[in-house]
C-alpha cells in the first residue's frame, strides 16, 4: 500500500525477505527502513540478530556468528 502523503519518511521497499540454511542454522535476511537485518535460529536455541548496512554484510555477519557458536559448541 503506497502512502498517499507526499512527505513519507518510509520509502518503499518491495518485499526483499530472503531465508535460508547454513550449516543447520536458518538464516532470514529482511530490510529495515535504515539496515539490513538477519534472524539466525536453531531449533531449542535463541534466535541471534545481526545488523548491517546491505544484505550481503548481513549475510556475512550472519555466518561469522554461526561460526562462532559452532566452535564454542565444540
Request: hydrophobic share 30%; net charge negative.
Given at each position: 500500500m503506497t502512502d498517499p502523503h507526499?512527505?513519507?519518511?518510509?520509502?518503499?521497499?518491495p518485499?526483499?525477505?530472503l531465508a535460508?540454511?547454513?550449516l543447520g542454522y536458518s538464516?532470514?535476511?529482511q530490510p529495515t527502513p535504515l539496515e539490513w537485518m538477519a534472524v539466525v535460529t536453531r531449533p531449542n536455541q535463541r534466535p541471534g540478530i545481526v545488523l548491517a548496512a546491505d544484505r550481503a554484510a548481513a549475510l556475512i555477519k550472519a555466518r561469522d556468528w554461526i561460526?562462532?557458536?559452532t566452535k564454542s559448541q565444540d
Open positions: 507526499p512527505n513519507s519518511i518510509e520509502p518503499e521497499r518485499d526483499e525477505t535460508l540454511e547454513y538464516i532470514r535476511l561460526a562462532v557458536q
